[in-house]
């Protein structure tokens, strides 16, 4: 067999055996809620929800490092359809349960595809669908869709971001990122533990890992944290007075919205005032003598970065009880033994984790092609931060920072929904977004405003992101309330949406 014989049997094994009219990529909250919205709100629609790994869960199913749980309440991470009944902090096994059991009680599991790897996408205008390639545990496959639903988040699940430290390859222990634990588990008892890092994992991991002989956290600068009773007490009440469960979760969701966005509001306006409450909570716990300053007041306003919930104030707790020690400073480099500071301290250590956050995944790293050109979502600009300028029958969904990432998901699929059966009533096959004759000299700026949030992880790659414009329906602005308002009065017939 020739050359062009083999390439032309590999197309041949790759050419779409299957469509399907709404094809969702990633099983993890996202995708299950994706579908789950499509089967209620759009019956009629055949539909296959593509998962790269063994089982569901995404985020849930990949991190395994102690302690791991979710740093949102479970009543606004949960979804709307589906009450929560535990404690509002919640361990990754209660968030895969509550997850395979919106799986099995609507019907999800035969339209899940495990195992399979997306690693490119394509567009073809004339057959008005989208082509998706990639492999599987038997090889290459191929399927096609009318409308592509991308849920498969925002970074890259397996490989963490580890920042170059100079002599690393001296180190002599055991180094690992979080985000790569052994499924296995580590053994880490009677071991010193260095964790670098200042964010919701090392907040995890401080108080859940008891066995080992001390933990240190080395931070180059430090994160606001608030600490918390892991408990909602107007639940327990209605609870304890019979209230039905359906409405115990929504009267929740509204009060924990409600509060949650009054602390946004405060954290904007009074940022001082947040400021100085937080430390007085950090100081409860840590007594006054503990030096507040430099280990927890950080450089920028509260909520310019996630403010961290730490639940019960665990990891104070830790650090309070003397397992646990906080080291504020630069890196120099690694050693055998350790980590040396800049200020010349040496931490040693006979493990190193890094919780250094992730890295950015923009549509799962897929290559995506519109008609044969290479689409760059880099120079789009972006729809409501779910639909992208020039690219046909595709909606994003990335969620919030301050609020629940599921509410956004709930609201998303809603959109889509009425915007799916909006088509069908009126006979069109594709939809796209496009900027407006009013919109020609609107300023475009990178995806997220610098001055309201900036996490390094964005920053890092915010150049692949899409772009944003000044008016509210041209950018992602974070704002669950006002979404809540704004996203189901779209009117799917403005300018901007250009149908064929």
């Known amino acids: 067999m020739n050359v062009m014989t083999v390439e032309g049997a590999a197309r041949e094994a790759t050419q779409p ?18 579908a789950k919205h499509l089967q209620d709100q759009c019956p009629g629609k055949s539909y296959v929800i593509l998962e790269a790994f063994e089982s569901f869960g995404g985020t849930w199913w990949s991190h395994r490092y102690p302690g791991i749980r979710s740093d949102s309440d479970l009543y606004t991470f949960g979804y709307r359809f589906k009450p929560w009944v ?8 209660e968030i895969l349960k509550y997850l395979g059991e919106v799986i099995a009680e609507n019907g999800l599991a035969p339209r899940i595809r495990y195992g399979h790897r997306v690693t490119h996408a394509a567009w073809d205008s004339e057959a008005n669908r989208w082509t998706l390639r990639g492999t599987n545990a038997e090889g290459p496959f191929a399927i096609s869709a009318t409308f592509l639903w991308m ?15 100079e002599g690393r390859e001296r180190y002599r222990g055991i180094f690992l990122h979080a985000m790569e634990w052994p499924e296995g588990g580590l053994d880490y008892a009677g071991k010193r533990v260095a964790i670098i890092g200042s964010g919701a994992t090392t907040a995890t991991i401080v108080p859940n890992m008891p066995e080992a002989a001390h933990v240190t956290v080395v931070q180059r ?13 107007a639940a327990d009440t209605m609870r304890a007075l019979g209230v039905p469960e ?88 690694f050693e055998e033994t350790g980590i040396r500071m800049k200020d010349g301290t040496l931490v040693e250590a006979d493990i190193v984790i890094a ?19 290479t689409l760059e979502f880099g120079k789009t600009v972006t729809y409501r931060g779910m639909l992208f300028t ?31 059966n909006h088509m069908d009533r009126k006979g069109f096959r594709r939809v796209e977004v ?43 602005n974070q704002d669950y309330p006002r979404e809540l308002r704004e996203l189901p009065a779209i009117d799917l017939d403005d300018p901007a949406f250009r149908y064929a």
Not at 17 to 34: F, K, P, Q, R, T
């Open 17 to 34: 055996a299957e469509h399907v009219d709404v094809l969702i990529v990633g099983a993890g909250i996202s995708g299950i809620g994706a």
């Open 86 to 93: 535990g404690p509002p902090i919640a361990t990754r096994d």
């Open 151 to 165: 849920c498969q988040g925002y970074y890259r699940h397996l490989k963490g971001y580890i920042p170059d430290w």
């Open 221 to 233: 600068s430090p994160t606001y944290f608030y600490p918390a009773p892991n408990r909602q007490d």
């Open 246 to 333: 359906a409405t115990v979760h929504e009267v929740t969701r509204r009060k924990i919205l409600h509060d949650q966005h009054e602390i946004t509001e405060r954290c904007m306006e009074e940022p001082e005032v947040v400021k100085s409450e937080l430390l007085a909570a950090a100081r409860l716990f840590l007594g006054n003598d503990y030096p507040i300053d430099p280990h927890f007041t950080p450089r920028y306003r509260p909520w310019q970065q996630r403010l961290a919930y730490i639940p019960d104030g665990d990891m104070f707790m830790g650090i309070a009880s003397g397992k646990a020690s906080m080291v504020t400073g630069e890196i120099a480099h």
């Open 355 to 373: 919780a250094t956050g992730f890295n950015l995944s923009i549509l799962g790293d897929i290559a995506f092609v519109i008609d044969g050109q």
């Open 390 to 420: 020039g690219v046909p029958n595709m909606v994003w969904i990335f969620g919030y920072f301050r609020y629940s990432w599921t509410l956004r998901v709930d609201l998303v699929a809603d959109f889509v929904c009425r915007l799916l």
């Open 434 to 476: 496009a900027l407006r004759p009013e919109d020609h000299n609107m300023p475009i700026l990178p995806f997220i405003d610098e001055e309201n949030f900036n996490p390094n992880y964005l920053k890092r790659d915010l150049d692949r992101l899409p772009k944003r414009g000044d008016k509210p329906e041209w950018q992602h």
